[in-house]
C-alpha cells in the first residue's frame, strides 16, 4: 500500500508555484531526547527560491554553535524541485544543505536525523 501524499489536495508543486520568499514558521532540534524551539529562541531564518534556481537569504540561530555562540549563515546558492522535494545548494554550512524540503502550497518543510539528532523545519512562504 502506498504512503498517502502530504500535498495538499489539487496542489502539483512547479518551480513557478514554490519558487517564492519564505520566513521561519518553526525550527526544532531534539538531541537525547531534549527539545528545543529555536524560533522561541529567537532564531530567524528566510530564504528565497527564484523561479530561475538560485537563492538567497539568510538562517541566524543564537546560542546554537559549539561553545553556545550563535549561528549564522547566508543562503546565497542554488535550489532545485524534484516531484514535492526541494533542495538546496549552498556553500553555507548549515542543516539547509542537507534537508530535504517538503513542497505543499505556500509552505516547506523537512525533517533530517543525523548522529547529533533531529532537526525539524517548517517555512511559511510569504504573499507578494
Not at 14 to 31: D, F, K, M, P, W
Not at 48 to 54: E, K, M, Q, V
Amino acid at each position: 500500500m502506498e504512503a498517502p501524499s502530504l500535498v495538499a489536495v489539487g496542489f502539483e508543486p512547479t518551480t513557478e508555484n514554490v519558487a517564492g520568499h519564505y520566513r521561519l514558521q518553526s525550527l526544532v532540534t531534539i538531541i537525547g531526547g531534549v527539545w528545543t524551539d529555536w524560533r522561541a529562541a529567537g532564531a530567524t531564518f528566510t530564504i528565497a527560491l527564484a523561479p530561475n534556481g538560485t537563492t538567497s537569504g539568510h538562517l541566524f540561530i543564537p546560542g546554537s554553535d559549539d561553545g553556545g555562540g550563535d549561528s549564522s549563515a547566508d543562503m546565497a546558492g542554488t535550489w532545485a524541485l524534484s516531484g514535492e522535494t526541494v533542495t538546496v545548494t549552498q556553500a553555507a554550512d548549515s542543516f539547509v544543505r542537507d534537508m530535504a524540503f517538503h513542497a505543499s502550497e505556500n509552505r516547506l518543510s523537512g525533517e533530517l536525523t543525523s548522529g547529533h539528532g533531529r532537526v525539524i523545519a517548517v517555512l511559511k512562504r510569504r504573499k507578494p
